[in-house]
């Protein structure tokens, strides 16, 4: 394990050394955060990026699997989205920083020839979610019997994907890298926010005390993967549904935190 930061050039010549590929998942993400720190973002995910890249530029062999976001598409009205759509309207620092990180990695990819894969994930969740995305932030409150803060009027939605399916996806990237691609990997089904607040209470067994407030800058109306394209190359195929994929959510985060313990 090497910890540092990858705006290092030093760190990242330690990290890459002697590799056949490179996985790079290392970013700050988090659309709110982004609009906040759009400076930070831009600097971690963008040159933090392009620094790991030219610690192997001279070595096309090595293959590389950039993880992107499905926060590229921005507002785009048509679903589900298609790699084929226009990413050229971003709404978050966050989305820009990913986007702005494919471009460099399909500069590099015609520079100096890498196996590049670009993959954007929609709305991961499982063990070991941040605490402060949605579904472990949600789970915490309806556990402690507190408001759970809801954005908008619960419609918005979302295409959860399940982080099993996500890692089979990117494995599937990384041992088929060739050339210069983009994928989604997402669940392709979608679910309301004020479904998923239904969802969660019912396998914590417990009411939602929800409060409305507006909707904050950034957010996006919906999102929905259309993922036929890493279904042909990569024989992608989501397999977790949320219903189950929360009840394994449920019994780890219980097994984590303890029956009583709420932190």
């Given at each position: 394990l090497i910890e540092g930061d990858i705006r290092d050039p030093e760190v990242c010549a330690r990290a890459t050394r002697g590799v056949d590929g490179i996985i790079h998942m290392a970013a700050l993400a988090g659309v709110r955060p982004s609009i906040a720190e759009p400076e930070r973002y831009m600097d971690v995910n963008v040159t933090g990026t392009q620094r790991l890249l030219d610690a192997i530029r001279e070595r096309p062999e090595v293959r590389f699997v950039f993880a992107s976001s499905s926060s590229v598409y921005g507002g785009n009205e048509k679903v589900p989205f298609s790699e084929a759509d226009p990413v050229d309207h971003p709404i978050s620092p966050y989305a820009a920083s990913k986007k702005a990180g494919e471009l460099v990695c399909y500069t590099f990819h015609h520079l100096y020839g890498h196996p590049m894969t670009c993959l954007?994930?929609?709305?991961?969740?499982?063990?070991?979610?941040?605490?402060?995305?949605?579904?472990?932030?949600?789970?915490?409150?309806?556990?402690?019997?507190?408001?759970?803060?809801?954005?908008?009027?619960?419609?918005?939605?979302?295409?959860?994907?399940?982080?099993?399916?996500?890692?089979?996806?990117?494995?599937?990237?990384?041992?088929?890298?060739?050339?210069?691609?983009?994928?989604?990997?997402?669940?392709?089904?979608?679910?309301?926010?004020?479904?998923?607040?239904?969802?969660i209470a019912r396998v914590f067994g417990k009411p939602a005390n929800v409060r409305r407030?507006?909707?904050?800058?950034?957010?996006?109306?919906?999102?929905?993967?259309?993922?036929?394209?890493?279904?042909?190359?990569?024989?992608?195929?989501?397999?977790?549904?949320?219903?189950?994929?929360?009840?394994?959510?449920?019994?780890?985060?219980?097994?984590?935190?303890?029956?009583?313990r709420l932190e």
């Open positions: 954007r994930f929609f709305t991961v969740y499982g063990p070991g979610q941040r605490p402060e995305m949605a579904i472990h932030l949600f789970s915490r409150k309806i556990e402690a019997g507190e408001e759970i803060p809801m954005f908008g009027d619960g419609l918005t939605s979302r295409d959860y994907t399940y982080v099993d399916d996500i890692v089979d996806g990117v494995v599937a990237a990384y041992e088929q890298a060739d050339g210069y691609h983009v994928y989604n990997l997402g669940g392709s089904k979608t679910t309301t926010l004020a479904e998923l607040i239904d969802e407030l507006p909707m904050q800058p950034g957010d996006v109306e919906r999102t929905w993967a259309d993922v036929s394209r890493a279904h042909a190359d990569l024989g992608y195929q989501p397999r977790i549904e949320v219903s189950e994929g929360l009840e394994r959510f449920a019994a780890w985060y219980r097994e984590e935190h303890g029956a009583g």
